[in-house]
């Protein structure tokens, strides 16, 4: 899944994304890039949950994830 979405032309345009340089959720966890890291939120957070209470608590994860490493 993970592949799948980094593998996106628009995502590897826009930001510059190589998805060889992820190969692995850990690796992506972790690496400083916070669009690929909201990408490893959104499939960890979503990979078995489909409550909507979640979901909106993972957005707000990840917009403040965002606004705090985008938004400087």
Do not use: W
């Amino acid at each position: 899944m993970l592949q799948l979405v980094l593998s996106d032309e628009k995502l590897i345009s826009k930001y510059g994304i190589n998805p060889a340089d992820y190969p692995t959720m850990y690796d992506a966890a972790g690496c400083g890039n916070p669009v690929v890291e909201c990408v490893v939120m959104i499939i960890n957070g979503i990979k078995d949950n489909f409550d909507e209470s979640d979901q909106k608590a993972l957005y707000t994860k990840i917009r403040n994830h965002l606004n705090d490493t985008l938004l400087i």
